[in-house]
């Protein structure tokens, strides 16, 4: 079934988008079954569940990390993931450079952009991206590689305000794009869950992020 499942969402992805299985809170065995389909990118929330899944599944996976990060966890994470998509404030951006700077790593990353209503929702204004990438390329945060943005729409059957939020953050990230042509790796625009990538890919999106469509509800009772 989930085999089944990631064919028949690839069939809808232009061949330029790349799916992240979200495989937070499924076990080890519905990953492999992932895996065993073909499937490469995995995204994670938790770091200690990353950490444990990292170690113990096959080498060849890449990991996105998508969750709320605490500065305390870098060290559960960085070393595994080719990305952190979730880069939601400046403490955070700093304390990563500083990580990727004292092992000598350059962390790609994805800003993440607060567009929805819900006021839980994490990530930075536009006027605070601006403020970081204005500082990038004057030679700030010199172990990091500013890679686009992420963004999740309000959490809404509205279809109308969903489209409305993903316009926001594509139409910004076109904004950086050409802003700011000394940053060559500013491309991902990660946008669209299970419920709403449909509407994503209209706008651009380079990276879905999807789990329950690909790995079904998630049961928390039966986590890593």
């Given at each position: 079934?989930?085999?089944?499942?990631?064919?028949?969402?690839?069939?809808?992805?232009?061949?330029?988008?790349?799916?992240?299985?979200?495989?937070?809170?499924?076990?080890?065995?519905?990953?492999?079954?992932?895996?065993?389909?073909?499937?490469?990118?995995?995204?994670?929330?938790?770091?200690?569940e990353l950490c444990a899944k990292a170690?113990?599944?096959?080498?060849?996976?890449?990991?996105?990390?998508?969750?709320?990060?605490?500065?305390?966890?870098?060290?559960?994470?960085?070393?595994?993931?080719?990305?952190?998509?979730?880069?939601?404030?400046?403490?955070?951006?700093?304390?990563?450079?500083?990580?990727?700077?004292?092992?000598?790593?350059?962390?790609?990353?994805?800003?993440?952009?607060?567009?929805?209503?819900?006021?839980?929702?994490?990530?930075?204004?536009?006027?605070?991206?601006?403020?970081?990438?204005?500082?990038?390329?004057?030679?700030?945060?010199?172990?990091?590689?500013?890679?686009?943005?992420?963004?999740?729409?309000?959490?809404?059957?509205?279809?109308?305000?969903?489209?409305?939020?993903?316009?926001?953050?594509?139409?910004?990230?076109?904004?950086?794009?050409?802003?700011?042509?000394?940053?060559?790796?500013?491309?991902?625009?990660?946008?669209?869950?299970?419920?709403?990538?449909?509407?994503?890919?209209?706008?651009?999106?380079?990276?879905?992020?999807?789990?329950?469509?690909?790995?079904?509800?998630?049961?928390?009772?039966k986590t890593e």
């Amino acid at each position: 079934m989930i085999g089944e499942n990631i064919e028949n969402i690839l069939s809808q992805l232009p061949r330029d988008v790349r799916l992240v299985a979200v495989s937070k809170f499924h076990p080890f065995e519905s990953v492999l079954e992932a895996y065993s389909a073909g499937q490469r990118l995995f995204g994670e929330s938790r770091p200690q569940e990353l950490c444990a899944k990292a170690v113990q599944l096959p080498q060849d996976i890449e990991w996105h990390f998508i969750g709320h990060l605490q500065t305390n966890k870098l060290k559960s994470v960085l070393p595994y993931v080719s990305m952190v998509e979730s880069v939601d404030s400046e403490h955070l951006l700093s304390a990563i450079d500083d990580w990727g700077n004292a092992n000598g790593r350059v962390v790609p990353v994805l800003l993440e952009m607060h567009v929805a209503l819900e006021e839980t929702k994490q990530g930075f204004m536009e006027e605070e991206i601006l403020d970081i990438l204005f500082r990038a390329v004057a030679g700030s945060f010199s172990h990091i590689r500013f890679c686009g943005l992420m963004g999740m729409a309000t959490n809404t059957d509205d279809e109308e305000t969903i489209d409305a939020d993903f316009a926001r953050i594509a139409d910004f990230k076109d904004y950086l794009t050409d802003l700011f042509p000394e940053l060559e790796d500013f491309r991902e625009l990660s946008i669209g869950m299970s419920g709403d990538y449909k509407i994503a890919l209209r706008h651009g999106s380079t990276i879905v992020r999807i789990g329950t469509s690909i790995f079904g509800e998630r049961d928390y009772s039966k986590t890593e």
